[in-house]
């Protein structure tokens, strides 16, 4: 079952400033203030870690999609940086957004052990010889 825009919800896909200027969340509404910890710029929701389908190329606010991009997975780059990747509930895209000094730690880790606490596969007989 997927997460759709609430009722009345209006994107802003053509304010380029929406970043900046901080915004609601189309998935849990909460408030999002536009200056976050540890990035250039804000782009997902601190709490539930969901983000809008607005960008093509990072910025650029040109992707006609504008569907709810859901967490899926956690990435850690070569420094050691942690980054979300979405999936786009509406197209399938998917995305990785870097991971924000104030967002839920109690969301992030438990996307990083989704893996383990839900396997993709049944883990039934695999120690058996």
């Not at 053509?14 to 998935?27: I, K, L, P, R, T």
């Not at 929701?45 to 969901?50: G, K, S």
């Not at 957004?97 to 606490?117: E, K, Q, Y």
Request: aromatic residues 6%; charged residues 20%; proline residues 8%.
């Amino acid at each position: 079952m997927h997460a759709r825009n609430p009722k009345g919800y209006r994107s802003n896909r053509q304010d380029v400033n929406y970043v900046e200027s901080g915004f609601v969340c189309a998935f849990c509404g909460r408030a999002v203030t536009p200056d976050p910890a540890g990035t250039a710029h804000r782009n997902h929701c601190p709490w539930c870690l969901r983000s809008l389908h607005l960008d093509v190329l990072p910025g650029d606010r040109a992707s006609n999609c504008g569907g709810i991009m859901e967490p899926v997975a956690i990435s850690v780059r070569q420094g050691k940086e942690w980054v979300i990747i979405h999936r786009c509930i509406e197209c399938g895209v998917l995305k990785e957004n870097r991971t924000a000094g104030d967002d839920n730690a109690a969301a992030l880790f438990s996307l990083a052990v989704r893996p383990v606490a839900q396997p993709p596969f049944p883990l039934d007989g695999l120690m058996e010889k």
